[in-house]
Every structure is written in C-alpha cells, then in structure tokens.
C-alpha cells in the first residue's frame, strides 16, 4: 500500500508537469500507488511512453517554455479525466551562470520553465478548480537555491526564489476556493539529470555520488522517492489545511551558523 492503509489520492485526478523523469517521474510512480488518475508531461516522447507503459499513467508530450502548451496540459487532463484536483510542477532546468557570465537568452530560459511554465499551468489549473467550485492542491517543485543559492545558479535562484513568492501569492489569493498551494524548496538530490549535471559542468566522475555522500549531514542525497511521498502528503487531505507553506526539504539549515 502506501504512507497509510487507505491510499492518499483515491478518487483524485493528478496532473504532474515535468513528470517523465526524475523527482516528477517519482511523483507519477508514488502518485499512481496512491489510488489516483494520473497525467504526467515530458519533452521527450520515448521516456515519457516508457513510464506511461510501466505505470499507466498518461503521457502528454509537452514543451512547458510555451505558455499555451503549460496551459493545454490542464486542458489534457481535463479531457481525459472530466477534471483536474491536484497539479504538481515539476518541471525544472538548471544549466549554470552566474551573475557576471549569464547571457540574456539562459536568463529567459530559466523564467520560462521554472517560473513562467508554473504560473500559467496554475493558471489554467485553478480556473477549472474554481469553475467546478471545487478544492485543489497544487505542489510546486521549487528549490533551497530560492535562499540565495550558489553563484553558478544566479538565473536559477532568482527564478525559485520568484516560485516561491508565486506559491504565496495564489494561495493566499485563492485560500477561500479551498484551493490548497504550497512549494517544496529541495536541495542536493540523486535523479539522472543531476548525474548529467554534474558529469557535464563539474567533470565529476562515477564516483560522484559515494563522494557528495559522504559530505553530507545525513550521509546521502535528497532521495526521489523520499520526496515524492513527501509530495503526495501534501496533495492529500492528510495535509490538513496547510496552505502557502514552501518548505525547505534540505539538510541544510538556512540561518544556522558554526
């Protein structure tokens, strides 16, 4: 079963954005064990049919940088399944720059998928929630860069830290809807497109992993399916009225000193 006897997302319809690999991927997986419809996004068609295939969730294919198509992700879901009730955005770039090295075109990049992409998709997302007079819950995949962030991640960290501001603005905004908005700020986590980061941008060699390991507090990375269990809560009635609340997930404790 799941986090409880009685599955999470009975009964729900679940959109996950950026959801054909990585902590979205883990999202389908867990949400998919948790008793609901799910509908998941991707860039890359051959993924997404293969997680599709292994989970029978619904694959769109979809490019979250065009606003439309963020929107007609909702408008998929909708389709399939008569509603939408939960919307996780997961979808996210982290392709280095700094402030003194960013060029206009990665700055844009960053806005469009881990900003832009998001706004538009709660856009749509709470238009069918409100229209239906009915509760929701969006999670918004953000990230500990939204604290400030390393100085290769500036386009990054300003565009988590406008998703963070995002979260609480909608739901502060659409709190008497019932509709339900938080964000989930993770840190260091083991998924395959780090593994290309690191070996892209950082040289890091196959041992990467054991090496990151060791330096941290806990003595591994963010785990994928840690998370997603953590995304399901939130999505679930189990999460009671929380609302607006972008929580660190990290080992870090932003604020504390040595």
């Known amino acids: 079963m799941g986090l409880l006897d009685t599955p999470l997302l009975a009964d729900k319809v679940v959109l996950v954005n950026g959801g054909s690999q990585g902590v979205g991927a883990g999202v389908v997986r867990a949400a998919v064990r948790e008793g609901a419809a799910v509908v998941f996004t991707g860039r890359r068609a051959e993924v997404g049919e293969k997680l599709a295939a292994d989970t029978g969730a619904l694959f769109v294919r979809a490019d979250l940088t065009d606003p439309e198509q963020a929107r007609d992700s909702v408008t998929r879901a909708v389709t399939a399944h008569g509603r939408v009730d ?3 955005n997961a979808a996210g770039l982290t392709s280095r720059g700094s402030l003194l090295d960013t060029t206009p075109e990665l700055f844009d990049a960053h806005m469009a998928i881990n900003l832009r992409a998001p706004f538009f998709a709660m856009q749509a997302a709470v238009a069918d929630m409100t229209a239906r007079k009915a509760p929701g819950t969006v999670v918004n995949i953000g990230s500990n860069c939204a604290n400030g962030g390393p100085a290769h991640l500036a386009a990054y960290s300003a565009a988590k830290a406008g998703l963070a501001g ?4 909608a739901a502060h905004a659409h709190r008497w809807d019932r509709i339900r908005i ?3 700020n993770i840190g260091w986590t083991d998924t395959e497109g780090e593994d290309a980061t690191q070996r892209a941008f950082h040289g890091a060699g196959d041992d990467w992993r ?3 390991a060791k330096a941290q507090p806990m003595g591994k990375l963010g ?3 840690e998370i997603a269990d953590f995304v399901v809560l939130l999505l679930s009635d189990r999460s009671g009225v929380v609302t607006g609340s972008v929580i660190d997930w990290d080992q870090t404790v932003f604020g504390g000193l040595d």
Do not use: H, I, R, S
């Not at 995002?166 to 603005?169: G, Q």
């Open 86 to 88: 939960c919307v996780v």
């Open 210 to 212: 054991e090496q990151a």
């Open 223 to 225: 785990q994928v399916d």
């Open 182 to 184: 938080n964000a989930l």
């Open 166 to 169: 995002l979260t609480k603005n």
